[in-house]
Structures are given as C-alpha cells and as structure tokens.
C-alpha cells in the first residue's frame, strides 16, 4: 500500500511525490496531511503563513477529489507525534511505502529520520527547487560560498541537463474508497480560517489571473520598478512558493516560454526576475550544505562570537515602526499590517536592527517568521545574515544603508511612507525622510523622534564590527 504525505507541497501541478503516487495507485492507497500547530508555534510561523496553508489543504482536498483522491486531514501537537500517528496508521497494514518530498530543514529530516530509523518505508523526492541540491558546486566538489560562479553553475547545469517540469496529473479513474477516513467534517475547526490571509488569492487565482498578467504587463520592467516600493512591480508569488503552492519550476518553464533564450542573455532586463529564482534556489542549497544555519548559527565563523547588545525599548520601537526613521517605520508598518514587505526594505530594516540598533540578526529574523506570510527559513536567514554581514556573500559589514538616502532614492515622492505613516502627510517631500528638523517649525506634525543619531550610530557599527 502506498500512503502518500503532503507537507510542504500544498499543489498538485509539478508534484513528483503525486506523480508517483498515481503512477503506481492500488486501490486502499491513501493520501494525508498533518497539521502540526505546535510544531509551527515553536518554529514561529506567522498565524497569516499558517491560515494561507489551511486554506491551501483545503483547496489540495477539493483539487485531488477531482483525480479521483481523498486527501485525509488529520492534526497532532508536534513532528514527534506525527511519527508516532504514522507508525500507529501503520502497524495496522502491511508493507506501506510513504511517499512524500522531502522538507529542507532540520527538525523536518531529522522527523523522517526517526521514521526511517522505526523500520517504516519512506521514498522521498524533491520538489522545492529548479536544480536538485549537491548538482551546483564548484571544481572541488563543493558548494559555492559567492552567488555569481553559483549563479554560472547553475545556469550551466540547465542549459546542459534541462530540468524537469512534470505540468498537472490529468484526471483518474481510479477506484477509491471516497469515505472520509479523518473526521475532517465533523470537526470543521481544523480548517476554520481566522480570515488573515483572506487578501491573498488562492493559488489556482494566482496562475489564472494573477501570473498571466505579471508577464504580460510586470516581468520585462521587473528589473526597472523592482526597488520600488510604491509600485507593484515585483510578482508577489514568494508566499505560494514559501508553502510549496507553486513550483519554481513551473515558473522557469514560463519563464522560457516567454524569452526561450534567457539563460544566455543574462543581461537583458529580462533575466532580473530569473535572477531571484536563482538566488532561492541559493539559499535552499546553502541550507542543505550546511545545516547550522538551521541552528541559528552564523555562516562566517569569524562572528561566532559576538555578542551583541540588546536594547529592549529600541528592539520594540523597531517591531512596531517607531524609530523615527520613515522608510524603516512605514516598512515594519507594511510587515505588520499586510504580513509582507517588499524586498528592499527588507534590506533597509534589516540593515537599520543589525548596524544602527546592534541587535543581534536572530532577533530580526524571528520576528519576521512570526509576522510574514511568506516565512521561509532558507530565505529568511540568507537575508537577515546577508544584512547583518555574517553570512554566506553578504554585505561587507562597512556597507550601512543610510535609511534617509535609502527613502529618498526608492521612494522620492515620499508616498510609501505617507501611505503607512499618515502622520507625515504634510511634510514637503524634501522633508518626509527626516521632518524632524521640519517638524520644529511645524508643531501640528507628530511623529516619532529619531531613535538614533544615524552618524554616530554608523561610527559605533563601524567600530563594533572592526
Ligand atoms: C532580511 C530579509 C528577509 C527575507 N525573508 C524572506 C522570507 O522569509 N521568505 C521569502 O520568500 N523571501 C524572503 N526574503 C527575500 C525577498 O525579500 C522576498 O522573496 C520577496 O520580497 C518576495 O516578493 P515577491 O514574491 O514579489 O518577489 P519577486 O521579486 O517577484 O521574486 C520572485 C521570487 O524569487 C524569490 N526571491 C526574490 N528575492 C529573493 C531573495 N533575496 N532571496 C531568496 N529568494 C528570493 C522569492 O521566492 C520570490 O517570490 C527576504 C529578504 C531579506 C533581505
């Protein structure tokens, strides 16, 4: 019997684990997902990340329905207890084969270790990245610690092996028992939606309208508006791709429908969005190589020991926007009412919690699992340790964004900050990056003072860094 597990693989197009779960479909084959909350709590995941996986189950259930599948939905506490819910569905059949893909972090192998190690069959694949983990390193055989000659191998590797995008399953006829085998009706509070991440489609929306439209009107000025943050100009895919909604490779594979020859024009504007992709895949890979970074560790030896002072009334007056500093202030307000925040200020407040407050990254980092929709631990940490300077091809530590030059520059007019910080909005543009030398002639205007001096707070980075 097999018993296919969906985890962080909530689609069905490009699914290799369905693929062969179907291939090989014997009636009494079952198919399941575990909610684990507080397996969740404990990795700190956004309650807005974790309603946007409920709904995806759901729509999973209803989409394998129509391929003639009955996905179970079942919850437990922890990982601990999804192995012992397994080995009990288990022991009561003989000769199962779970199948699944794999997961990337830590605690998720070390749970299919545990199961593997308990006698149980497990076939894992992988569905999370464009090109498979341990196929991009360099001559040594090892992975590559700088972006670009990863970027040149991985490109390579494409172009000589091509990739494997497996499109959708068609439909079944496959004789199952449609009997809901997990109680999920008589227990709706499973999947009841604390309606959080409502604004955000579901992902069959999201490849009938919102991708079409991205490459029809956004991708060939991706590169041109993709530092803007008052303009729509980025796809807004990261949260479908952080639960395995979609499939980086089924975006490659649109991506060269669009542009067949973008692998070897890597300097047209185009290959921007490719870029990113690319810089996924990256981090993905850094993670698999070295599974420290999932121990909170940081990449460059060198600042393994630091210790970073901690400032609690600055740390909060960074969580909640009120530095003083509009680009940082109007970013975290983004973060924490939307749970999303455009990549460059992700850098911008990154830079400003790391360099101008000296709070140590980890901090960042869990504060941004805890609010973004889009959390992932690959990506995340490659961020806060690219911004912090400690990670793998990160910002040399003496790079400090200047977070007024920074507003300046990306949001001129000042309306990205004046749409979260309505409080400025009649600062003159000239002003609205820093009123605060405006605001003494201007009493009605309130707003958080500055937090720091940015200056004397690059000086103290500079020296604390050195
Ligand atoms: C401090 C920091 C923390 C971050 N935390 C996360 C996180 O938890 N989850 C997450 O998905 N991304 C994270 N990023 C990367 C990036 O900010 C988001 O992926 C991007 O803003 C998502 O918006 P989008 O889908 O419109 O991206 P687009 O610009 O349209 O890019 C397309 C896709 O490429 C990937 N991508 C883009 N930029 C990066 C990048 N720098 N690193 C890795 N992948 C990238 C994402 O999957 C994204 O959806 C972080 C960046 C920083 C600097």
Redesign the pocket.
Known sequence: MQLLWFRNDLRIHDNPALKHFLTHYKAGDRAVYILTPLQWQQHHWARIKIDLIKRHVHLLQTQLKALGVQLEIHQVDDFREQVEFLKGEISRQDSVNIIANEELEINERNRDKALADSGLSLTLFEADVIVSKGKVLNKAGDMFKVFTPFKRAWLSHVKTYGFEYLGKPSAQTLSVDMTDKSGYAADNDLLNSDNTSLHWPLVDDVEANIIPD?FANKHDQ?HQF?DIPSIK??????????IGALS?RY?LQLILNKHPDLLTAHDSSAFS?LN??I??D??RHLLHHFPKLCRHQMFNDKYANITWPYDKAKFNAWCLGQTGYPIVDAAMRQLNQTG????RL??V??SFLTKHLLIDWRL??QY??ST?I???????????Q??ASTGCDAQPYFRIFNPIRQGERFDPKGEFVRKYLPELDKVPDKHVHFPHGYMKSHRDIAYWPAIVDHKAAREQALAFYR
């Open positions: 991205f991706y993709r100009g980025t796809s807004g895919l990261s949260p479908y791709l952080a980086p975006l969005w990113e992709l810089w996924r990256f981090y999303w925040m455009h990549n992700r850098m407040v990154a960042g980092e941004f699992m973004l889009d959390g992932d631990l690959a990506a995340n940490n490659g961020g806060w690219w911004a």
